[in-house]
């Protein structure tokens, strides 16, 4: 009978040690799920990201959003956000004024808009990848385009 319980303890043992072991959880697992923030990502080499920092700043001040990415690439600069529960109804007002607020303060600059979350997925995915060194500027604006290609796609 002893054995028994032995045998018992022994595979409880097992089983919660190897529950535990896989405890580093990345951002893009969890981004459905929670607030990640993200930090503004620049694919380009030698771009400065305070613009980039600032583009965030002001979209994340909209009381709607709960969750916002910023990407600046060559030519576009990939804006993507989440939107609070009771604020789903108004998506498309929401966009537009986004959108209309970006044109207006930053008129120079070519923003895709999205409030997609596989598209925001994607978004905290290459910034996990930047953060690698093997990782270059080359593959993330291509990996960059595709996503906004996507975006466009999408719509």
Not at 13 to 27: A, G, I, T
Request: a positive charge; hydrophobic letters at 35%; aromatic letters at 8%.
């Amino acid at each position: 009978m002893k054995v028994i319980h032995y045998w018992i303890l022994f595979a409880c043992l097992l089983l919660l040690s190897s529950c535990s072991q896989n405890q580093q959880v990345k951002d893009s697992q969890l981004t459905l799920m929670k607030t990640t923030n993200p930090s503004p990502i620049v694919t380009v080499k030698n771009e400065s990201k305070s613009q980039v920092k600032e583009i965030e700043q002001d979209v994340s001040s909209f009381p709607e959003l709960y969750d916002v990415a910023v990407i600046k690439g060559k030519k576009d600069t990939l804006v993507v956000y989440k939107v609070k529960h009771l604020s789903r109804f108004r998506m498309k007002k929401i966009e537009k004024d986004i959108n209309n607020m970006l044109e207006e303060k930053y008129p120079n600059d070519n923003f895709t808009i999205s409030s997609d979350y596989k598209i925001f997925l994607e978004a905290v995915r290459l910034e996990e990848r930047m953060k690698s060194a093997k990782f270059s500027h080359q593959r993330a604006e291509k990996r960059f385009n595709d996503i906004v290609k996507m975006t466009k796609e999408m719509k």
